[in-house]
């Protein structure tokens, strides 16, 4: 068989035609175009990386700040707490004193009022027991008892203090009226002239004296001159005994530290020559 060389030649040329074609048109841009695509899709991939990057630091941030955040509302949670457990703990103590004190000042005012009524009481009960005295002395009052007492004041005129007893004398000397000697019953003729004789040996003179019956205590006697008294009574000593109860109760009742304020000095009590 024989070989057709030109027709070799000439399909050679076009086969070499035929890939210049292919690799120029149809090849390159397909390479290209792959190229392009390639390098369309490690970019893409590239920007998918960052974004997936960026997320995850987003993600760490987020997660970072949401624990930060988780660990300052525990802080605050447990810092609330222990305040509202201290808060509560000094409330209650305050309000413990508060009933402690309340308490304290009750017990003291149902004290006090118990111990007042209690001094009330025994001062009430002590009035009527020398109010009773009083009555009893005076209902047994009689002649024989109330000479005594006329003895007992003579001899109370010799017993003065010196200085007490100078005072009365010039009162006797400077006075214009006479003395004047009052009792809680008549004097009789006999128990005048004992206190006259009394009065005229120890001051050394003639003593005006004016005798009158009145209120001078219960069973009882006193002589004025001038501003100047001497008396002495039954009623002198109850007093006397009355005011020792009395200032007994009062430094009972006192609060501690507080001295008792004294009361009033009756007139009995100022029975001496002023």
Do not use: H
Not at 86 to 106: H, I, P, S, T, Y
Not at 178 to 187: E, G, I, M, N, Y
Not at 218 to 241: F, K, P, V
């Amino acid at each position: 068989m024989l070989i057709d060389w030109f027709t070799v030649g000439a399909q050679v040329l076009n086969f070499v035609i035929l890939v210049w074609l292919l690799k120029r048109f149809l090849y390159k841009p397909i390479l290209n175009a792959i190229d392009a695509r390639e390098k369309r899709i490690a970019a893409e991939l590239a920007a998918a990386d960052a974004r997936k990057a960026e997320a995850q630091k987003e993600k760490e941030l987020f997660e970072g700040k949401n624990k930060a955040f988780d660990e300052q509302r525990s802080a605050l949670m447990g810092k609330a707490t222990d305040e509202a457990k201290v808060e509560g703990e000094r409330l209650l103590n305050q309000a413990r004193k508060e009933a402690d004190a309340l308490r304290a000042a009750q017990e003291n005012a149902l004290k006090s009022e118990s111990t007042r009524m209690g001094g009330e009481i025994t001062r009430l009960a002590s009035a009527e027991v020398f109010e009773i005295a009083r009555k009893a002395l005076a209902d047994l009052a009689t002649a024989s008892l109330e000479e005594r007492i006329g003895e007992v004041f003579t001899r109370q005129l010799k017993e003065m203090d010196p200085k007490a007893k100078k005072a009365l004398a010039d009162a006797l000397r400077t006075s214009t009226e006479p003395a004047v000697v009052r009792s809680t019953f008549d004097l009789g003729s006999a128990q005048r002239a004992a206190i006259q004789n009394a009065l005229n040996e120890d001051f050394s003179a003639e003593i005006r004296v004016r005798f009158e019956t009145g209120p001078a205590g219960i069973c009882g006697i006193e002589m004025t001159a001038n501003g100047q008294r001497i008396a002495w009574s039954i009623a002198e000593y109850l007093s006397s005994l009355e005011r020792k109860v009395n200032a007994l109760l009062d430094a009972q009742s006192a609060p501690a530290g507080v001295a008792p304020v004294p009361g009033p000095v009756p007139a009995t009590e100022r029975r001496s020559v002023a």
